[in-house]
């Protein structure tokens, strides 16, 4: 039995397959499905888990070179939101892009991870080294 790391074995699973120059896309609460995409469906309620909640579960285990933002997400969310997400990227160099093209480069993703974040353009998409 495991008794620390990832105990979701779906979530497990994917992370195990996340090789070189692969992406996953965190995704909140409203952000939209992709049937063609693998999908971890961890939302419990509106609100849990957070985008940041998954970071800090999985940013120990992963190799990672960087993550796609959409811009959005500093321009439409105060302020003190976005500087409190920000503490949970680990520092990993951030290319931002605009929502639109978040969209389509999470349709490309090797999985998504669903949360219940509120939050909106809280996604995040993660890039392996």
């Not at 620390?4 to 996340?18: H, Y």
């Not at 321009?75 to 409190?84: F, G, I, L, Q, R």
């Amino acid at each position: 039995m495991i008794k620390n790391g990832i105990i979701n074995g779906d979530l497990a699973s994917l992370l195990a397959r996340f090789r070189h120059v692969n992406t996953i896309a965190i995704v909140d609460g409203p952000f939209p499905t992709y049937p063609n995409v693998e999908t971890i469906d961890l939302a419990l309620v509106m609100g849990t888990p957070t985008v940041c909640q998954v970071l800090d579960a999985i940013l120990p285990h992963l190799d990672l070179t960087g993550m796609y933002l959409a811009a959005e997400f500093e321009a439409k969310v105060d302020a003190n939101t976005v500087a409190e997400y920000k503490k949970h990227h680990g520092g990993l160099k951030t290319t931002v892009i605009p929502h639109e093209d978040f969209k389509v480069k999470v349709g490309q993703t090797l999985g998504i991870i669903h949360t219940g974040d509120a939050v909106p353009y809280s996604s995040v998409i993660l890039r392996s080294g």
